[in-house]
């Protein structure tokens, strides 16, 4: 069984930054792609970006292109989210997943294997 854990969340003000981090424990990190969703108040959970197994290949959403960057580094078994100029409509639960699966937009719409708990990351103007 796969656990991640993700770590980083936080309040900052519009502008700001913050990296998020998920450190997977208990499978084979490098034959999963990554990737991050978010879940704000009253509305579904969105993709944000994932990134291919050997990192190679990145992809966003278009709300976030631009501003968040994805990386992961094996060695370690984390995926990061760096996070910039940060906007108040960012303000969410942010879960790292893992999935066997990546299409022609990364993750999403793709299965998801494992999810993390969340943690919430919120942005004030």
């Known amino acids: 069984q796969v656990q991640l854990e993700e770590s980083g969340g936080g309040s900052v003000q519009a502008g700001g930054s913050l990296r998020l981090s998920c450190t997977t424990s208990?499978?084979?990190?490098?034959?999963?792609?990554m990737g991050w969703f978010r879940q704000a108040p009253g509305k579904e959970r969105e993709f944000v970006g994932s990134?291919?197994?050997?990192?190679?290949?990145?992809a966003y959403a278009d709300s976030v292109k631009g501003r968040f960057t994805i990386s992961r580094d094996n060695a370690k078994n984390t995926v990061y989210l760096q996070m910039n100029n940060l906007k108040p409509e960012d303000t969410a639960v942010y879960y790292c997943?893992?999935?066997?699966?990546?299409?022609?937009?990364?993750?999403?719409?793709?299965?998801?294997?494992?999810w993390g708990q969340g943690t919430q990351v919120t942005i004030s103007s």
């Open positions: 208990g499978g084979t990190f490098n034959i999963y792609y």
């Open positions: 997943a893992a999935s066997r699966f990546s299409g022609t937009r990364g993750m999403n719409r793709q299965p998801i294997d494992y």
């Open positions: 990134i291919s197994r050997g990192g190679a290949t990145t």
